[in-house]
């Protein structure tokens, strides 16, 4: 099956914690992107990459790292410096000129 | 001003009226637009995308893109109570990765 695979569907984060999601993809895209959302709210870019090895920062990069050593892999750390990380997290991936596509997310919960 | 604006709902029609979901963009750049379901609780699916001004129909949806005026909707055709969801519009600026999003738009169709 192809598609993009979001690790785990719930976490629960302790304060001061860094938490990692995971997400895989074997669409063989070259752009993968992390995303933010709270309820009500629209999708906020966190990080985006275009091929391995790089990585932009998107609008809320802050308390937030990634890495891309691989083309199917982007995962996302949740930092301690994150004071608010509490919401939906979806990663997604597109080829490169083309529709995004989104796994099933991670809801993160701070305990 | 935002990049991309939509009205947030919810937009109640009856079942079998057409919904009529709207949004503007503000980057006249702009290239690559998106329409994109999002039940309760799950991740964002795609219903369409448009790149050409004028309308583009896929079975009960039919996209529609005016470039000049800067807005781009979705008319969903013979509504079900299925339909109900938030729309999320999304816009892609040429030479970039980065997808900008809406707030989304509730949709409640009534049986």
């Known amino acids: 099956d192809g598609g993009i695979t979001q690790s785990p569907k719930y976490l629960f984060r302790k304060e001061g914690q860094n938490v990692t999601l995971s997400c895989e993809q074997n669409l063989n895209h070259d752009a993968m992107y992390w995303y933010r959302q709270d309820p009500g709210q629209g999708l906020r870019l966190i990080y985006y990459?275009?091929?391995?090895?790089?990585?932009q920062k998107g609008d809320i990069a802050e308390g937030y790292s990634v890495s891309r050593e691989k083309k199917e892999s982007f995962p996302l750390t949740v930092t301690s410096a994150q004071k608010n990380p509490t919401a939906f997290y979806l990663c997604?991936?597109?080829?490169?000129?083309?529709?995004?596509?989104f796994g099933s997310g991670t809801r993160l919960t701070v305990v | 001003q935002k990049e991309v604006e939509q009205n947030s709902g919810p937009l109640s029609v009856p079942e079998g009226a057409i919904a009529s979901l709207n949004c503007t963009y503000s980057?006249?750049?702009?290239?690559?637009f998106f329409w994109y379901r999002q039940y309760s609780g799950k991740s964002p699916e795609l219903i369409m995308f448009?790149?050409?001004?004028g309308d583009k129909e896929d079975g009960r949806f039919t996209a529609q893109l005016n470039k000049a005026s800067q807005y781009v909707s979705l008319l969903i055709r013979d509504s079900q109570p299925s339909d109900s969801a938030t729309y999320l519009c999304?816009?892609?600026?040429?030479?970039?990765?980065?997808?900008?999003f809406g707030t989304g738009t509730r949709l409640k169709v009534l049986a």
């Open positions: 997604a991936s597109s080829p490169q000129a083309g529709t995004a596509y």
């Open positions: 448009i790149y050409s001004n």
């Open positions: 990459s275009q091929i391995v090895n790089d990585f």
């Open positions: 980057d006249r750049g702009s290239q690559s």
């Open positions: 999304a816009v892609n600026g040429p030479g970039t990765y980065k997808y900008i």
